[in-house]
């Protein structure tokens, strides 16, 4: 094919340069046409030997000349140039390797004739035809040679019929182009007949079509092949939809046209153009196709295959010739795959269509008719004697064997050929002359790129495309079919990452768990309301610290809520679980704390106020304040999170293959919601290392009534949990599982260490019948003293609680010893100071103030109250060491009783002392005394 284009470009070169004519004498006639004039191109031998290398001797030349399209960007240069290239190939083979042909001369000699071929540009135009016929008539061509195309022909065949001159159309199928010309010969078959192999073959086909539609280019052929499509439709039982002319041969133009098409959905489409490639590309713009698309002159072009590319596979054609016919030219011996070898070599072409096979039948007709009839042009019955031959005989040729009708056109009957799933066309129809069986129905675009583009069906899977493009996957267990089309494929299934079912169970375990011992914790305490054990934890604050363990727990139950994507069904619920788990943990969190919170907060103020002997009312509200206080700004912070960048469950593709995920997470996220996560830590912080602050600095008071310690101790575990579990679930965020895990653990550690370390010793305590009002007081004045710790002074002696002491406790202390009324108590003291009789403890106490036996911080009162006295300096000695007595009493610094010292006697003065200080307390101004609600 180079080689040709490299050989005509030369030509053209020359020719455009010398404008002359040929050396046959033809004219080069300066029409209004074009400033060029008629450009023709002569190809001839002189003083050739033949094969066994014998002169050939040359009489004459035969001149053949016909029009061509040498335009590369004319209309039809594609199909004109093949028909050149035939023209020559056989010219050159008659001349070169047999001499030319022997033709008998008047004196009974025989002489050989070289043909000699010249070529006119005819730029795809009919004025252009029509101005190179006239100059026929002015040069020595003695067979005229019809161009491609009924159109262009038909001005050639009415000079040539006008003119007596004989005329060879290997490009027209039209019939009005031969009607009445006796001298006009073709060799396609008429229009009329393109179409009947065809309709004939596919209506005999099981579940064949049953519906037909047509569309045409505006030429005579096209508009002659497509105008017999109702006819055969009706002969052969079909249906024709429509019948559409089309106006434009553009992709845009031709859209509206599939898209009607589409709709009717035809099983069969005729489409009678020149130029294939649009409508082609217009079906697949809308995603239609019928069942067997049929073209007239595109099937068997290279110039197609390269257009459309593997979409020629399955498009259907109709032809009168294909190189697979048994066929033998008698002229040249050449078969039909001989003459199609040797095209394919001269151009490189892989399929030789019809229309060259045509051209070169054209000159072997002519010269079997030359050799046998042996008249030359210069007689004036030569036209007459050689349409006479040509109508009346059959000549072998490698277009077959070739007749003609009345009309001169071809009666050789059409073949359906169609390119196979290879893309090799192939003869289908009729059976004796096919190398291949019909394939219909025509796949779908999708299913077509499935089995050719895509990565579903090849070699290595055993995966297979659907009617609808769609990959049918062999392990549809662990692959799934994925995109259509060129797109298809089947992918490993989608690993969601979602959680582990056996960590979703120990995740509901664990809020089982916690609900029980919240249940049981509540249970407890109402059951125990109104021990004085109980009583003194303040059951309001146990209450709400269950509640809110409760509320927290509750927490892990969202978590474990997931979804796929975004269009999933139950994605409003997923959103949902992101925020119900910073709001339940929030709330819950804050209402435990508050309660803890408030517990130590309310013991503070009282320390403080008894430390000082001051009057120090704190009541329930004011507790709730601080309590309400802190959940309220938890509460704002949750709320600023709800209305500003709420959480929402998003799953993120984290790895594809071919654009297709087969790995994502799914996780609860928002632009700004960890900022907002990271307030809310921060003050949950904070907070806990307030109270942290709190509890050491209460760390000194008794455990049954500001249970220090074991708040203490749940605090700092809800700091620990905290600040460990927070950071380390941050590092594990793109592992569902562990941080899923590291959450659950956070949050049930969090409630459960609480509970059990606020609630088991009250009831291990009460297990133990340690929770009498007796042995509750008794612990109060043991270590709520405002003195000094137990220790032992310089002399030996044990002192108050403080161990560092004080000066004025000392003082105090060794007043009292040093008074008269504890004289007798001082002799043989025991080792062991803390034994004294807590029984007459409780009566000397009752009888010095009337309080609520239920109020275990009237002894805090009542000591309170007593070193008041003792440190004025406006009251009686007596009444000074009565009072000083009633603190080391209460607080267990007095000496323990002398052995001999009966219990009846310590009752005796203990009532004495007590109603010493009673007497004492009742004429002081009971608004200078703190009241302990």
Same mark, same amino acid.
């Given at each position: 094919?180079?080689?040709?284009?490299?050989?005509?470009?030369?030509?053209?070169?020359?020719?455009?340069?010398?404008l002359?004519?040929?050396?046959?004498?033809?004219?080069?006639?300066?029409?209004?046409?074009?400033?060029r004039?008629?450009?023709?191109?002569?190809?001839?031998?002189?003083?050739?030997?033949?094969?066994?290398?014998?002169a050939?001797?040359?009489s004459?030349?035969?001149?053949?000349?016909?029009?061509?399209?040498?335009?590369h960007?004319?209309?039809?240069?594609?199909?004109?140039s093949r028909?050149?290239?035939?023209?020559?190939?056989?010219?050159?083979?008659?001349? &070169?390797d047999?001499?030319?042909?022997?033709?008998?001369?008047?004196?009974?000699?025989?002489?050989?004739?070289?043909?000699?071929?010249?070529?006119?540009?005819?730029?795809?135009?009919?004025?252009?035809?029509?101005?190179?016929a006239?100059?026929?008539?002015?040069?020595?061509v003695?067979?005229?040679?019809?161009?491609?195309?009924?159109?262009?022909?038909?001005?050639?065949?009415?000079?040539?019929s006008?003119?007596?001159?004989?005329?060879?159309?290997?490009?027209?199928?039209?019939?009005?182009?031969?009607?009445?010309?006796?001298?006009?010969?073709?060799?396609?078959p008429?229009?009329?007949?393109?179409?009947?192999?065809?309709?004939e073959?596919?209506?005999?086909?099981p579940?064949?079509?049953?519906?037909?539609a047509?569309?045409?280019?505006d030429?005579?052929?096209?508009?002659?092949?497509?105008?017999?499509?109702?006819?055969?439709?009706?002969k052969?039982?079909?249906?024709?939809?429509?019948?559409?002319?089309?106006?434009?041969?553009?992709?845009?133009?031709?859209?509206?046209?599939?898209?009607?098409?589409?709709?009717?959905?035809?099983?069969?489409?005729i489409?009678?153009v020149?130029?294939?490639?649009?409508?082609?590309?217009?079906?697949?713009?809308?995603?239609?196709?019928?069942?067997?698309?049929?073209f007239?002159?595109?099937?068997?072009?290279?110039?197609?295959?390269?257009?459309?590319?593997?979409?020629?596979?399955?498009?259907?054609?109709?032809?009168?010739?294909?190189?697979?016919?048994?066929?033998?030219?008698?002229?040249?011996?050449?078969?039909?795959?001989?003459?199609?070898?040797?095209?394919?070599?001269?151009?490189d072409?892989?399929?030789?269509i019809y229309?060259?096979?045509?051209?070169?039948?054209?000159?072997?007709?002519?010269a079997?008719?030359?050799?046998?009839?042996?008249?030359?042009?210069?007689?004036?019955?030569?036209?007459?004697?050689?349409?006479d031959?040509?109508?009346?005989?059959?000549?072998?040729?490698?277009?077959g064997?070739?007749?003609?009708?009345?009309?001169?056109?071809?009666?050789?009957?059409?073949?359906?050929?169609?390119?196979?799933?290879n893309?090799?066309?192939?003869?289908?129809?009729?059976?004796?002359?096919?190398?291949?069986?019909?394939?219909?129905?025509?796949?779908?675009?999708?299913?077509?790129d499935?089995?050719?583009?895509?990565?579903?069906?090849?070699?290595?899977?055993?995966?297979?495309?659907?009617?609808?493009?769609?990959?049918?996957?062999?392990?549809?267990?662990?692959?799934?079919?994925?995109?259509?089309?060129?797109?298809?494929?089947?992918?490993?299934?989608?690993?969601?990452?979602?959680?582990?079912?056996?960590?979703?169970?120990?995740?509901?375990?664990?809020?089982?768990?916690?609900?029980?011992i919240?249940?049981?914790?509540?249970?407890?305490?109402?059951? @125990? &309301?109104?021990?004085?054990?109980?009583?003194?934890?303040?059951?309001?604050f146990?209450?709400?610290?269950?509640?809110?363990?409760?509320?927290?727990?509750?927490?892990?139950?969202?978590?474990?809520?997931?979804?796929?994507y975004?269009?999933?069904?139950?994605?409003?619920w997923?959103?949902?679980a992101?925020?119900?788990?910073?709001?339940?943990?929030?709330?819950?969190?804050?209402?435990?704390y508050?309660?803890?919170?408030?517990?130590?907060?309310?013991?503070?103020?009282?320390?403080?106020?008894?430390?000082?002997?001051?009057?120090?009312?704190?009541?329930?509200?004011?507790?709730?304040?601080?309590?309400?206080?802190?959940?309220?700004?938890?509460?704002?912070i949750?709320?600023a999170?709800?209305?500003?960048?709420?959480?929402?469950?998003? *799953?993120?593709?984290?790895?594809?293959?071919?654009?297709?995920?087969?790995?994502?997470?799914?996780?609860?996220?928002?632009?700004?919601?960890w900022y907002?996560?990271?307030?809310?830590?921060?003050?949950?912080?904070?907070?806990?290392? @307030?109270?942290?602050?709190?509890?050491?600095?209460?760390k000194?008071?008794?455990?049954?009534f500001?249970?220090?310690?074991?708040?203490?101790?749940?605090?700092?575990?809800?700091?620990?949990?905290?600040?460990?579990?927070?950071?380390?679930?941050?590092?594990v965020?793109?592992?569902?599982?562990? @941080?899923?895990?590291?959450?659950?653990?956070?949050?049930?550690?969090?409630?459960?260490?609480?509970?059990?370390?606020?609630?088991?010793p009250?009831?291990?305590?009460?297990?133990?019948?340690?929770?009498t009002?007796?042995?509750?007081? *008794?612990?109060?004045? *043991?270590t709520?003293?405002?003195?000094?710790? &137990?220790?032992?002074?310089?002399?030996?002696?044990?002192?108050?609680?403080?161990?560092?002491?004080?000066?004025?406790?000392?003082?105090?202390?060794?007043?009292? &010893?040093?008074?008269?009324?504890?004289?007798?108590?001082?002799?043989?003291?025991?080792?062991?100071?803390?034994?004294?009789?807590?029984?007459?403890q409780?009566?000397?106490k009752?009888?010095?103030?009337s309080?609520?036996?239920?109020?275990?911080?009237?002894?805090?009162?009542?000591?309170?109250?007593a070193?008041?006295?003792?440190?004025?300096?406006?009251?009686?000695?007596?009444?000074?060491?009565?009072?000083?007595?009633?603190?080391?009493i209460?607080?267990?610094?007095?000496?323990? @009783?002398?052995t001999?010292?009966?219990?009846?006697?310590?009752?005796?003065?203990?009532?004495?002392v007590?109603?010493?200080?009673?007497?004492?307390?009742?004429?002081?101004?009971?608004?200078?005394?703190?009241?302990?609600?």
């Amino acid at each position: 094919m180079q080689i040709f284009l490299s050989t005509l470009v030369l030509w053209f070169k020359l020719l455009l340069l010398l404008l002359r004519n040929s050396q046959a004498g033809a004219q080069t006639d300066d029409v209004a046409i074009s400033p060029r004039g008629i450009i023709s191109i002569e190809r001839s031998i002189k003083d050739r030997r033949n094969s066994t290398g014998n002169a050939c001797n040359f009489s004459g030349n035969i001149v053949f000349g016909g029009p061509s399209s040498l335009d590369h960007d004319k209309k039809f240069f594609r199909l004109g140039s093949r028909q050149l290239v035939a023209y020559r190939l056989m010219v050159d083979f008659i001349n &070169r390797d047999k001499c030319g042909i022997i033709i008998e001369a008047e004196d009974g000699s025989s002489q050989n004739y070289s043909l000699e071929l010249r070529t006119y540009d005819d730029q795809s135009s009919i004025e252009w035809t029509t101005e190179i016929a006239k100059n026929y008539l002015a040069s020595p061509v003695d067979i005229w040679l019809g161009g491609y195309s009924s159109t262009l022909t038909k001005p050639l065949a009415e000079s040539a019929s006008d003119n007596n001159k004989l005329l060879l159309a290997p490009g027209a199928a039209s019939t009005p182009v031969f009607v009445g010309r006796d001298s006009v010969f073709g060799t396609f078959p008429p229009s009329a007949k393109y179409l009947a192999k065809a309709v004939e073959g596919l209506s005999k086909l099981p579940n064949g079509p049953t519906t037909m539609a047509s569309m045409w280019e505006d030429a005579s052929f096209t508009i002659g092949v497509c105008s017999s499509a109702p006819d055969l439709a009706e002969k052969h039982g079909l249906t024709m939809t429509s019948e559409q002319a089309v106006q434009g041969m553009t992709v845009e133009e031709l859209i509206p046209l599939a898209k009607k098409l589409s709709e009717e959905d035809p099983d069969v489409v005729i489409t009678c153009v020149y130029d294939c490639a649009p409508w082609m590309q217009a079906m697949r713009s809308v995603k239609w196709s019928p069942n067997a698309q049929i073209f007239t002159v595109c099937v068997g072009l290279e110039t197609f295959v390269n257009d459309v590319g593997s979409d020629v596979e399955y498009i259907m054609g109709v032809t009168p010739w294909d190189s697979s016919v048994n066929a033998r030219d008698e002229l040249t011996n050449w078969t039909a795959s001989d003459f199609a070898d040797t095209f394919r070599k001269e151009t490189d072409d892989v399929e030789v269509i019809y229309h060259s096979a045509s051209a070169a039948a054209i000159i072997s007709i002519a010269a079997q008719t030359l050799q046998n009839v042996g008249i030359f042009a210069s007689n004036e019955n030569a036209t007459a004697a050689w349409s006479d031959y040509i109508r009346k005989n059959t000549f072998q040729t490698i277009y077959g064997q070739v007749s003609f009708d009345d009309n001169g056109q071809s009666l050789a009957p059409s073949l359906l050929i169609q390119y196979d799933e290879n893309g090799t066309v192939r003869t289908v129809f009729p059976e004796e002359s096919s190398s291949g069986s019909i394939l219909y129905p025509m796949p779908s675009w999708d299913r077509r790129d499935c089995m050719k583009l895509s990565n579903c069906q090849t070699s290595s899977t055993a995966d297979t495309c659907d009617e609808d493009g769609n990959c049918v996957c062999e392990d549809p267990k662990n692959y799934k079919a994925v995109g259509s089309g060129a797109m298809a494929q089947c992918v490993p299934l989608e690993d969601y990452n979602l959680l582990n079912t056996g960590l979703k169970i120990l995740s509901y375990v664990a809020v089982a768990v916690l609900l029980l011992i919240c249940a049981f914790a509540a249970t407890w305490t109402f059951y @125990y &309301r109104k021990n004085h054990l109980v009583k003194v934890s303040q059951p309001m604050f146990l209450g709400l610290l269950i509640f809110g363990s409760v509320i927290s727990s509750l927490s892990i139950i969202p978590m474990s809520v997931e979804t796929l994507y975004r269009d999933a069904d139950d994605i409003a619920w997923a959103d949902a679980a992101c925020m119900a788990f910073p709001w339940l943990w929030g709330l819950g969190f804050s209402i435990s704390y508050s309660a803890l919170f408030a517990k130590v907060w309310r013991v503070k103020r009282l320390y403080k106020a008894a430390h000082r002997a001051r009057r120090k009312q704190v009541t329930a509200k004011d507790v709730m304040i601080i309590m309400a206080i802190v959940i309220f700004i938890e509460f704002v912070i949750l709320l600023a999170f709800q209305f500003v960048s709420r959480f929402q469950w998003e *799953r993120t593709s984290i790895q594809e293959i071919n654009g297709y995920t087969v790995e994502s997470v799914g996780k609860c996220t928002s632009e700004y919601g960890w900022y907002f996560m990271a307030v809310l830590v921060s003050y949950n912080v904070f907070c806990l290392i @307030y109270a942290l602050i709190l509890c050491w600095q209460t760390k000194e008071l008794p455990s049954d009534f500001a249970e220090g310690n074991y708040i203490f101790l749940s605090v700092m575990f809800m700091f620990q949990v905290l600040i460990l579990a927070i950071p380390v679930s941050i590092m594990v965020r793109e592992n569902p599982n562990v @941080y899923f895990f590291m959450l659950v653990g956070g949050v049930f550690l969090q409630n459960f260490t609480v509970l059990v370390i606020i609630f088991s010793p009250k009831m291990l305590r009460i297990y133990k019948g340690e929770d009498t009002q007796a042995t509750v007081r *008794r612990q109060i004045a *043991r270590t709520m003293s405002v003195l000094p710790e &137990r220790g032992d002074d310089s002399n030996g002696r044990h002192r108050g609680r403080n161990s560092g002491g004080t000066e004025d406790a000392k003082h105090r202390l060794s007043s009292l &010893r040093s008074t008269g009324s504890a004289s007798s108590y001082h002799s043989n003291t025991p080792s062991n100071p803390t034994q004294v009789h807590w029984s007459e403890q409780m009566k000397l106490k009752k009888s010095m103030v009337s309080f609520d036996n239920n109020n275990p911080a009237t002894e805090i009162k009542i000591q309170v109250e007593a070193t008041t006295i003792a440190e004025k300096k406006n009251v009686t000695k007596s009444e000074k060491k009565t009072a000083t007595r009633v603190v080391s009493i209460i607080s267990g610094d007095i000496d323990n @009783y002398d052995t001999d010292v009966s219990l009846s006697s310590e009752r005796d003065e203990s009532q004495s002392v007590s109603n010493s200080v009673s007497s004492s307390l009742v004429h002081e101004d009971s608004k200078q005394f703190g009241v302990i609600n």
